[in-house]
């Protein structure tokens, strides 16, 4: 045993990087909902971006550590203690067997990642480990954790050297508000002239219909004025689609493949790790821009982050 679950918390599994070209066999994304904070925690430890990291949802959770390690938390918890003490998160952090973790709930924001120098044994598939919870597959026997699990780890072949601690500037701000930058989905134009006004001026409040697979949006009801019934599309992480209710709904890392409902936009890459701290009661506001800008945009967001974490990418 090298790590014991005494609080599983709400929902937390093993996450890393997303399953990658296998969408025609129907196999979503998955991965890590918040991309960037694994990346932070992973760096820290002295392993790549998209490394296997313990993803905790809202509320706190607990474990003893089996043996002697390196951790790191980074997210939207309130608090990292090491058997009662409080340490510092974005920071690389000496554990030793018999030492307590206690991850605190997520006050603002909503999920934390844990990374530990060594590498977690888990389930493989499709060239990937990550936990894809509908179907059963991958990470810790394709589950999220329950109280009373014993995780292992393999011990990296050397030590990777101590990571300086994250600057304070680089650290991300986690809220419940959150601003999102959007372009056009496909079936924009079926949106009546008003409500495609409207999706971007109005505060859209997060509904408590909120999981991995996607987001619910209150506010003012949309309107579609095109095809009332259209085929199944392909649908990716971070699509707003429109159901007859008017209500759009973002889809998440576990969300379907194809989808029956308009498609009215598409979460910037360079924003979509946002999606991981969406809480119910949370508020958004969307901003529309073009591909081109898009695509400036998350060149430079990866320029920024290299200078500090090396290698990095967002999904």
Not at 13 to 25: D, N, T
Request: hydrophobic share 40%; net charge positive; glycine share 12%.
């Amino acid at each position: 045993m090298s790590l014991h679950v005494i609080k599983a918390g709400l929902q937390s599994s093993l996450q890393g990087v997303p399953y990658s070209g296998h969408r025609h066999i129907g196999m979503p994304a998955a991965g890590a909902a918040d991309c960037l904070s694994l990346a932070f925690a992973n760096h820290l430890v002295g392993k790549e971006y998209g490394a296997l990291a313990i993803e905790i949802t809202l509320d706190d959770a607990k474990f003893s550590i089996g043996k002697k390690s390196t951790l790191a938390l980074a997210g939207a918890s309130s608090f990292l203690r090491i058997n009662g003490s409080d340490q510092p998160k974005y920071e690389a952090v000496a554990v030793k067997p018999g030492d307590i973790v206690h991850i605190g709930s997520a006050k603002q924001g909503c999920r934390s990642y844990l990374a530990l120098s060594g590498t977690f044994c888990a389930q493989s598939l499709l060239g990937g480990q990550s936990t894809y919870l509908p179907a059963g597959l991958g990470g810790f026997s394709g589950r999220s954790l329950l109280d009373g699990d014993d995780l292992d780890w393999t011990d990296p072949a050397t030590m990777p050297p101590p990571t300086a601690p994250m600057p304070a500037k680089l650290q991300p701000r986690i809220t419940n508000d959150f601003i999102i930058r959007i372009t056009d989905g496909p079936e924009c134009d079926w949106l009546a002239p008003r409500s495609k006004a409207n999706l971007t001026e109005s505060v859209w409040e997060i509904g408590n219909q909120t999981s991995r697979m996607g987001i619910s949006l209150n506010g003012r009801p949309l309107q579609i004025t095109g095809l009332a019934n259209m085929h199944s599309a392909p649908a990716f992480s971070g699509t707003v689609q429109c159901p007859p209710n008017g209500q759009p709904f973002l889809l998440g890392p576990d969300a379907q493949t194809t989808g029956g409902y308009p498609r009215i936009a598409q979460v910037i890459r360079a924003d979509r790790h946002l999606i991981g701290q969406l809480r119910p009661g949370g508020r958004i506001q969307f901003v529309a821009i073009t591909p081109k800008r898009a695509t400036e945009i998350y060149r430079e967001k990866l320029v920024q982050l290299t200078r500090w974490a090396g290698n990095i990418h967002l999904w």
